[in-house]
């Protein structure tokens, strides 16, 4: 080839540049769980899977008169006193919001022992012997959605709040000082448009910096979720329908979206899939057990969701989260619903709760537990593999890992560049092996523990892990 070729072919032949690292995400000092791909830059031999809930039995028994084999749409609040589930009560099938329907509540030091206060507020079925806070005021406890207030500066007679109604209502507004007492804000509905006929899930995100509703509605004959907005609780913004990042429809009946509490710009959800028509059961089975025979032609299951803001919802896990456990009487219509919230029971669990045994005489609300920040793992096998995360930001002097191992296992992590080339004092070879299981464990290198010099830099993590499941992590001042 002559040169005046040669010098033809490299003009017209396109200039090959290395691939700009992407803008690192600003992740401050906040926990990071691995409950979808957000700071997955690359995984070897490592993969992200759901820890299964362990079953702790049964929580609540729905045995009073005015609770019953449909009572459900529970919520789990806790408060700086107690834990508090609400919950409607419902002893007969009937349409939504009928006048038998009553909001009950039951309260728990631990949420693990739970008892029902006798309140004398209401007089149901001739006695005020009750743990009712809401009655014959149709058709709000069909799905009334209590939340504990966390904006700062709420009045005290707001510090309760909640959404209720049903489509041909709107949802109102109540708002409680106590959570016992409750009254309208509004004597119109503050949230018009929307199915509304299960339950409708407000909070204040201390992320978005305003009140959240997500809520269910019906696109093509399929039950999705929309959200809206508030400033005020009173006006809420043009609801948006959420979206799934598989692009996966599904009948999700109940949403349960909520902050996590150790991790609030995340919202967990364990809504309930439904799947209509899928029948389990054969009538001599269903009349077995008891249930109604309305509700045993259908089956349902808890999955995972979650999301950082906005329109979008993650489901880095389709499978299922809270599967039916054995037995008849787990396989009806609208049976292992999942209550509102995930809260803390001990020093290094947290529980979850599910509506089970629906339609019934032994319907119950039933409690199951996981580690702390333990909704899903990113977990290595005994021969090994690594998670790359991808260009990220901290702030912070420690490194602290929520992680479990085998006795062989380990976890070893290198601080690299942008570039992928490792950080001088926190290469692989200074890192000092992580071996245990802990929630809270500040990882070693040879020469310190101390990455503030690393603080407001872009960089990323390598985990080098064998037989060993990584929760979480989070970088910290050191004073915790």
Not at 55 to 73: L, N, R, S, V
Not at 87 to 105: F, I, L, M, Q, W
Not at 164 to 179: H, M, P, Q, V, Y
Request: aromatic fraction near 10%; hydrophobic fraction near 40%.
């Amino acid at each position: 080839m002559t040169a005046r070729l040669v010098l033809l072919a490299l003009i017209l032949t396109p200039v090959l540049r290395a691939e700009e690292p992407a803008k690192p995400i600003d992740i401050g000092s906040r926990r990071e769980l691995f409950v979808d791909t957000h700071l997955i830059g690359k995984l070897s031999s490592v993969s992200l899977r759901l820890e299964p809930p362990r079953d702790e039995g049964i929580a609540i028994k729905f045995d009073k008169p005015w609770e019953g084999a449909f009572a459900g749409y529970c919520t789990i609040v806790r408060d700086e006193r107690d834990y508090r589930a609400y919950y409607r009560g419902n002893p007969t099938a009937g349409k939504d919001g009928s006048s038998t329907e009553t909001t009950c509540v039951a309260f728990s030091k631990d949420g693990i022992a739970w008892m029902k206060p006798e309140l004398g507020l209401f007089d149901v079925g001739g006695s005020t012997a009750n743990n009712v806070v809401l009655a014959g005021d149709a058709p709000f406890s069909h799905n009334f959605c209590p939340m504990l207030d966390a904006r700062p500066g709420v009045p005290k007679a707001e510090r309760y709040k909640a959404l209720a109604g049903i489509g041909k209502t709107g949802l109102f507004a109540f708002a409680s000082e106590d959570g016992l007492r409750w009254t309208k804000m509004r004597d119109t509905a503050v949230v018009p448009k929307g199915a509304f006929d299960s339950q409708n899930v407000p909070f204040w995100s201390d992320a978005e910096q305003r009140y959240l509703c997500y809520f269910r509605v019906f696109v093509n004959g399929i039950r999705r979720i929309s959200r809206t907005t508030s400033k005020d609780f009173l006006t809420w913004t043009e609801p948006v329908l959420m979206h799934y990042g598989d692009g996966s429809i599904e009948h999700l009946y109940t949403n349960q979206t909520n902050p996590y509490f150790r991790a609030p710009h995340i919202y967990i959800g364990i809504a309930a899939r439904f799947m209509p028509g899928r029948q389990v059961l054969n009538a001599e089975q269903a009349k077995a057990i008891g249930v109604n025979p309305g509700y045993f032609k259908d089956c349902s299951d808890g999955v995972l969701i979650t999301s950082r803001g906005g329109d979008r919802y993650d489901r880095t896990f389709p499978e299922g989260f809270l599967a039916p456990g054995i037995g008849a009487e787990n396989w009806v219509s609208r049976t292992n619903y999942p209550a509102l919230n995930v809260v803390p029971t001990g020093p290094h669990a947290m529980s979850l709760y599910a509506n089970q045994n629906y339609g019934q005489p032994t319907s119950h609300l039933r409690r199951y537990s996981l580690r702390l920040d333990g909704f899903a793992a990113a977990v290595a096998p005994y021969a090994g593999g690594e998670l790359l995360t991808k260009p990220i930001k901290y702030t912070g002097k420690e490194l602290s890992l929520n992680f479990a191992t085998s006795a062989a296992g380990g976890i070893r992590v290198e601080i690299q560049d942008v570039e992928g080339k490792p950080i001088p004092g926190f290469t692989l070879a200074d890192s000092v092996e992580t071996i245990g299981n802990e929630i809270d464990r500040v990882v070693r290198w040879k020469a310190s523990r101390d990455v503030s010099a690393l603080a407001g830099k872009p960089v990323r993590l390598r985990f080098a892990m064998k037989d060993a499941k990584l929760f979480a992590f989070q970088f910290r001042s050191g004073k915790e």
